[in-house]
């Protein structure tokens, strides 16, 4: 079947049984180093001392097969601080183990994982950016989504959100002075890109030092459009008051994906069946979503590679307006959808079925002949391969140490897609394959994108049919959720979704309010986003602005 | 040579027709030319004529910045089609655009930056806000970093309501600002509460002292008061 996944040699791996992981045989290997062990709902935890965090995980990592470092999850207890590292296998996600390290709450400190996993690197950052944990033997701990003059961790229980706050406006001096030459090698030029620049997708700075036109180095700083999604998210009640926040997330029409990964986590915590057919109905919405995701990614790495808003811009726009009115019908919205509520949807397809069934297949029916226009500009086109093939070439080895998921990491030949990997909704009833190239270029992730709106269109072909079979009497839209969601005090989890960049996580922590005590999000562009400086080291800066936009980033979801 | 040709007989051809060239020039003629009747000539107060030029060709600034920018796209793009109504040809530097479109919620970090963009557009300059960030910080109005409205930075001449505004919101909105500034009204002077100023400048207060060793003097800066802000 094409769902199946060639099978991975893990008789290596320790801990690894037939029906999921043997956590004692895992427990065993670390031996003195487990003080305790806690039941999440995805996994268990292994709460381990603060120093020995390098030990544990590179024994995790080489000899029990985590080669992935989802996540990681700090927070403020009233007794201490922790920091939650999520790991998972790249080729079977569902194996999961959380590393819990306490720190005492006068001096938080604990052991950097950025020698282990490169990707938490930034994840510590944002983590004593927001929390204020100190990672000793951190390669460079500074502040990373706020500003580096601000006072006090945000997370953190002390914070004070009226104090006043200074922010300096020094990044952006003129890169021509000469005093931004660096002093040691006067060959090499330092020029900022950003934050407000036409190809930067938004609002990200990127620190380059030049030498002649090749990027000697290269840092992007985030944290310009850092909107305290998670604050919002604890602020808000489980049923209502937070799906509309992930909607913002990601917000390029991939809205209801992300509201899945909300959905999916809270749903699980709160253990609530979703019905059959509302099943159907988020597969497809979702699927519509990332067509229209990937054809923004299309239109707008064209404007970056050809710099004008020129043919295929405006094709892509074009096909976005046609999936957008689609969803607009099933929604009423044409970009913040607000659709999906715990335990279901907010409501049927629109009547007349027959209408919305109609126009959707003609959208489908057009496609594959809109695809073909796309291979001939972009694909066929040879300045576009020029451009494209062998520049930003990313190893499958670097894509796993820095945990990039989706296109970008299917794109350099990681077969990791948690529809089919870690199944949710409807995906696994459904005949679909999962794409990858084995290029780890520009032009194999842009090609990724081309052909996984392919696969989404057989999806949402399926799901159409089954939805236009469903009989009437049991279309269940919606599970019976109480009004008020009150999980069980002390409940964790993180659950994941495929959105259209790759893994999109949530960690939620309960304390038996209606409110989470903790909403972490573990956005794909955050890791995705640390490949850049791997890529682009060497290659000339229209090469790095073709990197950034086949990574395809949104600057909300980096930053959130 | 031309010396040759015999002048054309004056008193057979009206003024209008005269003006009315044929061949290449032809493509003068229009029907507005026609209206004038006799004489090219219109007579109207200069600030009034550079008003409505200014109302009739607009150039935006290329400036994205979250959720609405996405609409804002879709509003140049194909369908909708802000070129239209003579608006709509993105600048990538500030220095060439007159209209700055703010698409999006606006945070500590970003808010310097933007007031500098602002800077550098030449005068006269008009600014649209986009959708419920840039009016009050909407949704994320609570959150920690967020300047709460476009108004704390830089002033604004139209807000657009939404979450996003849908397209044709925004085309309404920049209508708007054409029909303003046509009839000549400019946007009102606000007092903003955040300026970039430079730290020396500053009140010496507690934060300011324990920033002293980190921030130079003549470094630019913003200094934000969250408790007063709306």
């Known amino acids: ?560 | 040579m031309s010396s040759d040709q015999t002048p054309p007989a004056v008193e057979d051809v009206s003024t209008q027709e005269a003006r009315m060239g044929d061949g290449v020039d032809d493509r003068f003629n229009s029907t507005l030319r026609e209206a004038f009747g006799s004489t090219p000539f219109i007579l109207t107060k200069f600030d009034k004529f550079m008003n409505w030029v200014r109302g009739s060709s607009m150039f935006m600034l290329q400036f994205g910045i979250a959720c609405c920018s996405i609409e804002m796209i879709h509003t140049y793009a194909i369908k909708h089609d802000l070129d239209r109504f003579g608006a709509g040809v993105p600048r990538a530097s500030p220095r060439q655009a007159d209209v700055i479109i703010v698409p999006g919620t606006i945070v500590s970090k970003f808010a310097p930056r933007m007031k500098r963009v602002y800077d550098q557009m030449p005068e006269p300059k008009f600014v649209v806000s986009m959708g419920s960030c840039t009016i009050s910080g909407g949704p994320f109005q609570e959150g920690y970093n967020v300047v709460k409205g476009a108004e704390e930075v830089i002033p604004v001449d139209i807000h657009v309501p939404g979450c996003p505004p849908r397209p044709e919101a925004l085309v309404y909105g920049v209508a708007k600002l054409q029909e303003r500034i046509a009839n000549g009204e400019s946007s009102p002077v606000t007092v903003k509460p955040y300026e970039l100023e430079q730290f020396g400048d500053l009140e010496q207060d507690e934060l300011v002292d324990k920033l002293a060793d980190e921030i130079d003097e003549d470094d630019l800066v913003m200094r934000y008061n969250w408790d007063n802000s709306p």
């Not at chain 1, 296998?89 to 590393?99: A, R, Y």
């Not at chain 1, 938490?120 to 502040?143: C, F, Q, S, T």
């Not at chain 1, 300096?168 to 002093?183: G, I, K, V």
């Not at chain 1, 710099?307 to 607009?328: C, K, M, S, W």
Request: hydrophobic share 35%; with cysteine.
């Open chain 1, 1 to 560: 079947m094409s769902l199946e996944k060639p099978t991975p040699d893990t008789a290596a791996e320790v801990g690894v049984t037939e029906d999921g992981l043997d956590y004692d045989a895992l427990a065993d290997l670390l031996g003195g180093h487990v003080l305790d062990r806690e039941e999440h709902v995805n996994a268990e935890g292994f709460v381990i001392r603060p120093d020995e965090v390098q030990a544990v995980l590179s024994t995790l990592k080489n000899e029990a097969g985590f080669d992935h470092c989802a996540c990681v999850t700090a927070q403020e207890y009233d007794d201490r601080y922790e920091s939650i590292y999520h790991l998972r296998k790249f080729d079977d996600p569902t194996q999961e183990l959380s590393v819990i390290v306490p720190s005492p709450k006068d001096d938080p400190h604990n052991e950097s994982a950025a020698r282990v996993y490169s990707t938490a690197d930034w994840h510590e950052r944002e983590a004593y950016d927001l929390v204020g944990i100190n990672y000793d033997d951190h390669p460079d701990l500074r502040r990373i989504l706020l500003p580096e003059t601000w006072q006090g961790h945000p997370l953190s229980q002390d914070f004070n959100q009226d104090q006043p706050q200074i922010v300096t406006l020094r990044e952006n001096a003129n890169p021509l002075e000469a005093d931004h030459r660096s002093e040691d090698d006067s060959d090499t030029m330092f020029v900022n890109i950003g934050p407000h620049h036409p190809a930067t997708h938004g609002v990200l700075h990127v620190k380059t030092v030049l030498d002649g036109e090749q990027i000697a180095d290269l840092e992007p700083d985030i944290g310009y459009l850092h909107r305290c999604e998670e604050q919002m998210c604890q602020q808000g009640t489980y049923r209502h008051q937070i799906m509309p926040y992930p909607d913002r997330w990601d917000y390029v029409s991939a809205g209801i994906l992300n509201e899945w990964a909300y959905a999916r986590a809270a749903e699980d915590l709160a253990d609530i069946e979703v019905p059959e057919y509302a099943q159907v109905i988020r597969t497809m919405s979702a699927e519509l979503c990332r067509i229209a995701a990937h054809m923004l990614a299309l239109g707008t790495f064209a404007l970056d590679v050809f710099g004008d808003f020129t043919a295929i811009f405006q094709y892509a726009f074009r096909d976005r307006e046609v999936v957008q009115n689609i969803l607009e019908d099933l929604t009423g919205q044409r970009l913040m959808f607000n659709y999906l509520r715990l335990g279901g949807v907010a409501w049927d397809l629109p009547e007349p079925r027959e209408e919305f069934f109609e126009k959707t297949r003609d959208f489908l029916d057009d496609l594959p002949h809109k695809l073909e226009e796309y291979h001939d500009l972009i694909t066929g086109n040879e300045i576009f391969q020029m451009r494209c093939v062998d520049t930003g070439v990313l190893s499958p080895e670097e894509a796993k140490q820095y945990g990039a998921t989706g296109p970008v990491a299917r794109g350099s030949g990681v077969d990791y897609d948690l529809r089919r990997d870690d199944p949710y909704g409807y995906y696994d009833e459904l005949d679909w394959n999962v794409v990858t190239e084995e290029g780890g270029d520009n032009f194999s992730r842009v090609l990724v994108r081309m052909r996984e709106v392919e696969e989404s269109a057989r999806i949402i072909e399926q799901c159409i049919d089954l939805l236009e079979q469903w009989p009437e009497d049991e279309r269940e839209i919606q599970a019976n959720v109480p009004r008020t969601l009150r999980p069980d005090p002390d409940t964790e989890i993180y659950r994941a979704v495929e959105g259209a960049k790759g893994e999109l996580g949530i960690y939620i922590r309960s304390d038996g309010t209606d409110k989470p005590a903790r909403f972490k999000i573990r956005s794909p562009c955050f890791s995705n986003l640390q490949t850049l400086p791997e890529m682009s080291q060497g290659e000339y800066v229209p090469d790095m602005v073709a990197s950034l936009g086949s990574l395809d980033i949104v600057l909300g979801e980096v930053d959130r």
